[in-house]
């Protein structure tokens, strides 16, 4: 029997916060004990009648084939995954899911969850303990807490074709006080902290990354464009610290992206799923799904790129909307894809980006930026 041919390219989907605590978690049969969250269910099930069906595929809609057919799914997990029920004391809110339903995350494939963010510590350390075993058993990959200080720090190395190793890193900027814990990854963009990072995604490793990854959980919520310094310190990883792509979520709404040296920083990638209440100016029932195409080089490319076998071609983005608890893509004729569309185009010309629309989603060529701008060097 002939050997299957080895892929050529892949496809790698980025997400933002999955926050699948609070009443998405309630609406299973199998929830953590709530009462309150619970006493609002059949208010919604009684609207809603096709949530007394709610399972395991139900929050994805019609995104999960896009999920199960990408070779690698990446998001924020923005809720802890514990019965634990002593939460952080004197935070506003607190968000955890049952353990059973870590099936949540299967049935799309996800393939790695970001726990550097301002929720994986909801119910303190031991629900965090809950949170990575449940991850470890389920055999999702995860970075930016963990039992561990090196599991918290990575890098999660991940195999696309079972031969080219991605290196995912993750970090939060907030909450502060968070920081005090090891086995969570807090930064803050002094230049001490630019120092341990550089250490740290710069240090050699016994199988090379042929993409190196950065998630970040960063800036306040509500702002339509990221501060000054932390644009710089997405620069900095990338001309400094050898990173590929900074994935950052947080804002709860689109923000822009730019093509750094040839590199992709998606400043906010909005949320994924959710059960918030709108905000009409920010509109964060709108996000998207972020697919990256990255192709396999030729052996003449990769001696011009450190020996990395992978180059990323272009970032197609797909609008999606949250609603009744699920979220599905928007069509190219719906108003709300027009509105996420010219404002992706916008925020992103802010960099110089370029967003083309195609069909039923946003391109940015990466492959081709890259060629003009090391022409410009």
């Not at 644009?231 to 994935?247: K, M």
Request: glycine share 6%.
């Amino acid at each position: 029997m002939a050997t299957p041919a080895s892929k050529t390219s892949f496809e790698i989907v980025f997400a933002g916060d999955a926050m699948l605590g609070r009443l998405i978690d309630q609406l299973r049969p199998v929830h953590v004990e709530s009462s309150d969250d619970q006493s609002h269910i059949p208010y919604f099930v009684r609207r809603f009648p096709f949530l007394r069906e709610y399972d395991a595929s139900t929050p994805w809609g019609d995104t999960l084939p896009v999920f199960q057919n990408a070779d690698l799914n990446i998001v924020n997990l923005e809720t802890s995954v514990t019965n634990h029920s002593t939460p952080w004391p004197n935070k506003m809110f607190n968000y955890r899911m049952h353990p059973d339903n870590i099936d949540f995350l299967q049935r799309p494939r996800i393939h790695y969850a970001n726990l550097a963010n301002n929720h994986t510590l909801d119910f303190c350390e031991e629900g965090l303990r809950d949170t990575v075993t449940s991850l470890k058993q389920a055999g999702i990959s995860f970075t930016g807490a963990g039992h561990t200080r090196q599991e918290a720090l990575g890098p999660a190395i991940l195999m696309l074709d079972n031969q080219y190793p991605i290196h995912i890193y993750s970090a939060s900027d907030h909450p502060g006080d968070w920081g005090t814990i090891p086995t969570f990854h807090h930064i803050d963009y002094t230049s001490a902290t630019r120092n341990r990072l550089k250490d740290l995604l710069t240090k050699p490793h016994a199988s090379p990354p042929d993409l190196k990854i950065f998630s970040v959980h960063w800036g306040p919520n509500y702002s339509w464009h990221p501060s000054s310094q932390i644009q710089h310190l997405a620069r900095f990883l990338i001309d400094e610290c050898g990173v590929d792509v900074v994935h950052g979520h947080s804002s709860h709404h689109l923000q822009g992206v730019e093509v750094h040296h040839g590199k992709l920083i998606i400043y906010g990638c909005g949320d994924l799923i959710d059960d918030y209440a709108l905000r009409e100016e920010y509109r964060n029932d709108l996000g998207a799904i972020w697919s990256l195409k990255v192709g396999v080089m030729r052996e003449s490319e990769r001696r011009k790129n450190g020996g990395k076998r992978l180059k990323m071609e272009r970032l197609e983005i797909r609008p999606t909307v949250i609603k009744q608890f699920q979220t599905n893509l928007l069509s190219p004729t719906h108003p709300d894809w027009q509105w996420a569309s010219g404002l992706l185009t916008n925020l992103s010309g802010v960099y110089g980006t370029e967003v083309e629309s195609s069909d039923d989603r946003l391109l940015v060529d990466l492959d081709g930026v890259k060629i003009k701008q090391e022409a410009l060097t």
